[in-house]
C-alpha cells in the first residue's frame, strides 16, 4: 500500500507545543528548547491557527491547556517518546560497535599488539579492525576512525597527531653476523636490499653523505608491497630493510632485529588518527581517541 504525503504542522511547532503543553509555561520550555519565549509564543499561534483551534487559555502571566490542548498533548508526548526512543536505540548500536580501519604495516606491527588492552577496558564494546592500505571512505565503509599516514589536515576531517614517521636499515642478527657484525652506510650498496625501489632509500643514502647518483643505486632486490612484509622479510635474514623504528621497538628489544646506524631520515610524513569532525566526540570515539593517545605516548616515552 502507498501511503498519502503527511499533512503534519511544521515539526518547529509542534515540538514547541509539546514542551509547552508538558511545562505548561512557555518560558521553560523556550529555556529547553534554546529557544526566546516570543519565538515559542508565535510557534505556538501558528500551530493554533492551524489547527483552527486554541490550544492554550493565556490569563495573568500563565498558560494553561484548552480541552482541545489536553487532547492533542497526549498522543503528541507518545509520539515524541517514540522518536526519541527509536533513536536511543541507534545511538547505543552505534555506541556498541567501533570499527578502526588501518594499514596493514600499522595494524601487524603495532595497533594489533595493544587493542586488546582497549577491549578489555571497554568490554560492553565490540571492537573491529578493518585492515587495508586503500584509503576508507567514512560514509560508505561504515568506519568510525581511521588511522591515516600523510601530512594533513584533511578537509571534514578532524586529525590527532600520532607519531612521525622515521626510517634507518635494519637486519636480523644473524646476517649482520654474516657480514662480519659491522656495516658502513657505502656497504648497503653492495647487500641484499629489500624493495630497493622504495624512495625512502634514496633519502636515507643522501641524508648519510652517499651520493647516490655516483654511487649507484642499492643492489636489487626482493620488493615487498609494505613495511609489515618488508620487516617479516629482514627477520628472515633476507637482507637489509628501511623501517620505522617506532613500529618495531618490541622485535628490536627481543633481539629479532638489529638497527645498524643512529641516523634516521624523516620527509614529514606521520600516522594520524582522523574521523569525521561532527563525529570526533562521540563516545566511542572520544575513548578511543584518548586510550590510542595515550598508549603511543607510552611507547614514545619507552624509547
Not at 630497493?196 to 626482493?222: E, K, T
Not at 634516521?264 to 593517545?293: C, M
Request: one cysteine or more; aromatic letters at 8%.
Amino acid at each position: 500500500m502507498v501511503r498519502g504525503m503527511r499533512r503534519l504542522p511544521p515539526l518547529a511547532a509542534i515540538r514547541a507545543f509539546e514542551a509547552a503543553a508538558r511545562h505548561e509555561n512557555f518560558t521553560v520550555a523556550a529555556a529547553e528548547l534554546g529557544m526566546t519565549q516570543a519565538a515559542v509564543s508565535y510557534q505556538i499561534k501558528l500551530l493554533e491557527e492551524r489547527v483552527g483551534a486554541p490550544l492554550f487559555h493565556r490569563e495573568r502571566g500563565r498558560v494553561v491547556l484548552t480541552e482541545a490542548g489536553r487532547r492533542a498533548a497526549a498522543p503528541i508526548a507518545r509520539a515524541f517518546d517514540a522518536i526519541d526512543a527509536a533513536f536511543a536505540e541507534l545511538r547505543a548500536e552505534d555506541e556498541a560497535m567501533l570499527t578502526i580501519s588501518t594499514s596493514q604495516t600499522f595494524a601487524n606491527t603495532w595497533l594489533a599488539w595493544r587493542l586488546g588492552g582497549f577491549q578489555m577496558g571497554h568490554p560492553e564494546m565490540a571492537v573491529r579492525l578493518a585492515v587495508s592500505d586503500t584509503l576508507s571512505d567514512f560514509v560508505t565503509d561504515e568506519v568510525d576512525v581511521a588511522i591515516r599516514t600523510g601530512r594533513g589536515p584533511w578537509d571534514g576531517l578532524s586529525a590527532d597527531l600520532l607519531v612521525e614517521i622515521d626510517f634507518t636499515p635494519m637486519c636480523s642478527p644473524a646476517f649482520l653476523a654474516r657480514q662480519g657484525n659491522t656495516l658502513t652506510a657505502e656497504d648497503l650498496l653492495h647487500l641484499p636490499i629489500i624493495s630497493p625501489h622504495d624512495v625512502w632509500w634514496s633519502w636515507w643514502l643522501h641524508d648519510a653523505g652517499i651520493d647516490v647518483a655516483a654511487a649507484g643505486r642499492p643492489r636489487a632486490g626482493v620488493r615487498m608491497d609494505s613495511q609489515a612484509n618488508e620487516g617479516a622479510a629482514a627477520m628472515a635474514g633476507q637482507g637489509v630493510a628501511m623501517l620505522t623504528p617506532f613500529l618495531w621497538r618490541n622485535d628490536i628489544a627481543d633481539g629479532r632485529l638489529v638497527r645498524l646506524f643512529a641516523q634516521t631520515s624523516n620527509r614529514g610524513d606521520a600516522y594520524w588518527l582522523v574521523a569525521p569532525q561532527h563525529r570526533r566526540n562521540v563516545p566511542k570515539i572520544k575513548r578511543f581517541r584518548e586510550w590510542l593517545i595515550e598508549e603511543v605516548r607510552k611507547d614514545l616515552a619507552g624509547r
